[in-house]
């Protein structure tokens, strides 16, 4: 039976290749089931995070589904299915919510490496370092994001969907459709911490939209159009601005070493918090001078999200992503 966990509001269901086989052909693979999840990955997703009775406008339990783990050499293989049938690059809370799954069930401890398979030509499997550890007296994990790219050609944006912009003085980018939804949006960091996010910068927290504006019916479609890369709805892959679809955050400094962010994601739409998301926030935070300590807090609706940097002769090398996870019900 699948299990359902929470990771500051964000919630997945995780489950076996096995399980998945029980109702539906699934290889025995990572790489194949991901090539393959066409073929799989929709009825996973009805058949176990399906909302019995839609509550709040809410078809799903769950942010999307954890297959695995799937044997794949000296790491441990995972799929992340988004609630639409694609597959994800990374997830932070996914990451956190999987490994608290692999020591609740005796499968992995201290510490080990996760590779997740996407099949998005023609990138490679997202391999993420895990370590368990305690920070403020809390059980969790340390996560290793990787080295963050930034710009445009991080996430394949493409140039006519692009302008330049600045925020504090350092350049960003102006997406013209972000800017047609909201004229204040002009000041945007793309980044790529194995999946890509355009983080668009406000001057001040109270202006952040609110999870009921993001979930909107005058926003929310032509969110969904940017970040899934569509030039209308049921319409994929048009690059409007990146061919691979792109998560949006939008982020104020709120503090010395707090950011306040709202995250709208790719295949999921308005969610409560991400862990990419964070770690995509606190990165573009500091390459623009916005923060200078080592460690940042992202809070979202969901909750905070302590990222740390690990830097080498001034130079950001790694970004390392503190998670916790519970397993509980799902509330239906």
Excluded at 16 to 26: G, L
Excluded at 28 to 51: D, N
Excluded at 167 to 176: I, M
Aim: proline share 6%; net charge negative; hydrophobic share 40%.
């Amino acid at each position: 039976m699948a299990e359902f966990y929470d990771a500051r509001g964000n919630c997945y269901f995780v489950a076996s290749p096995d399980e998945i086989r029980r109702f539906v052909e699934i290889p025995y693979t990572a790489v194949e089931a991901a090539q393959a999840r066409a073929q799989w990955a929709t009825r996973a997703i009805e058949r176990i995070c399906s909302r019995p009775n839609e509550a709040e406008g809410k078809r799903y339990l769950s942010d999307g589904l954890l297959v695995g783990p799937f044997p794949d050499g000296d790491a441990l293989g995972l799929l992340i299915v988004n609630t639409d049938g694609t597959l994800a690059e990374r997830s932070g809370n996914g990451l956190t919510i999987f490994s608290q799954f692999l020591s609740d069930s005796g499968q992995a401890s201290g510490a080990f490496v996760v590779r997740i398979h996407h099949g998005r030509a023609p990138a490679a499997p997202v391999e993420a370092r895990v370590e368990a550890a305690v920070r403020e007296g809390r059980n969790g994990f340390w996560i290793d994001m990787g080295k963050p790219g930034f710009g445009p050609a991080a996430v394949g944006a493409s140039p006519e969907h692009v302008g330049d912009s600045e925020f504090n003085g350092r350049a960003t980018s102006r997406v013209f459709a972000l800017e047609q939804v909201d004229a204040s949006w002009s000041s945007s960091q793309f980044v790529n911490v194995g999946n890509p996010h355009c983080v668009t910068f406000l001057a001040d927290p109270a202006l952040l939209p609110s999870m009921e504006q993001l979930g909107s019916g005058e926003w929310k479609p032509r969110l969904t159009a940017i970040a899934n890369s569509t030039q209308s709805e049921g319409e994929r892959g048009a690059g409007r601005p990146c061919r691979n679809g792109i998560n949006l955050q939008w982020a104020a400094v709120a503090g010395a070493d707090r950011i306040a962010a709202r995250v709208f994601e790719r295949g999921e739409g308005p969610t409560l918090s991400s862990g990419s998301s964070a770690t995509a926030v606190a990165s573009a935070a500091r390459w623009l001078g916005l923060v200078a300590g080592e460690a940042v807090n992202v809070v979202m609706p969901g909750g905070v999200a302590p990222i740390r940097f690990v830097e080498s002769g001034g130079k950001m090398e790694r970004a390392m992503l503190f998670g916790e996870a519970e397993r509980t019900n799902p509330r239906r």
